[in-house]
T-cell receptor, first 115, second 111 residues
Framework: DAGVTQSPTHLIKTRGQQVTLRCSPKSGHDTVSWYQQALGQGPQFIFQYYEEEERQRGNFPDRFSGHQFPNYSSELNVNALLLGDSALYLC??????????????FGDGTRLSIL | QKEVEQDPGPLSVPEGAIVSLNCTYSNSAFQYFMWYRQYSRKGPELLMYTYSSGNKEDGRFTAQVDKSSKYISLFIRDSQPSDSATYLCAMTGAGSYQLTFGKGTKLSVIP
């Protein structure tokens, strides 16, 4: 049973560049969430995708955008990179159920370094 | 005041000790509570998921929720060196898809 997979594992970019991170959800899951984890901090919610639409967003600027594909996989795009965007980016998947909050399962993340 | 407060530690205990990890929260809308374990250079791994106040046990782990005090705990019995990791509490409310995390507590279990 494949868990959440993310690619790439590491990435180095320079300020002002753009980056795309990818995520495949756990088998059977249809919902994908993205989190940013700075060093020594807990993950911060960026947004969640369900049925190919963003259905909730955290306190992140529009430079952060995403996409979900019909096979439930997802991409996170970040434009105009800043030094402060250096972090571990985590993808989490879950199964949408009406009237019930389902647990989120995380991948191992993409470590993004901005020079 | 942060929505979720968690002592970052570090916490160091001898092998076999009982470990108590805690979080407090301020948002009374939180109804679902989770504990995740995160090893270095890995993603968070779900350990416990609870909804109601009270205790939930799974092997050596017990999660405790006190909604009246806005306080949650994770107890680890017979701690092992392999339990050395950062433990993150997380919570969310009904109708919300966003998990709000504590900063995490770094635990070291010394053989």
């Amino acid at each position: 049973d494949a868990g959440v997979t993310q690619s790439p594992t590491h990435l180095i970019k320079t300020r002002g560049q753009q980056v795309t991170l990818r995520c495949s959800p756990k088998s059977g899951h249809d919902t994908v969430s993205w989190y940013q984890q700075a060093l020594g901090q807990g993950p911060q919610f960026i947004f969640q995708y369900y049925e190919e639409e963003e259905r909730q967003r955290g306190n992140f600027p529009d430079r952060f955008s995403g996409h979900q594909f019909p096979n439930y996989s997802s991409e996170l795009n970040v434009n105009a990179l800043l030094l402060g965007d250096s972090a571990l980016y985590l993808c989490a998947s879950s199964l949408a159920r009406q009237h019930s909050n389902q647990p989120q399962h995380f991948g191992d993340g993409t470590r993004l370094s901005i020079l | 005041q942060k929505e979720v407060e968690q002592d970052p530690g570090p916490l160091s205990v001898p092998e076999g000790a009982i470990v108590s990890l805690n979080c407090t929260y301020s948002n009374s809308a939180f109804q679902y509570f989770m504990w995740y374990r995160q090893y270095s250079r890995k993603g968070p791994e779900l350990l416990m998921y609870t909804y109601s106040s009270g205790n939930k046990e799974d092997g050596r782990f017990t999660a405790q929720v006190d909604k009246s005090s806005k306080y949650i705990s994770l107890f680890i019995r017979d701690s092992q060196p392999s339990d050395s990791a950062t433990y993150l509490c997380a919570m969310t409310g009904a109708g919300s898809y966003q998990l709000t995390f504590g900063k995490g507590t770094k635990l070291s279990v010394i053989p």
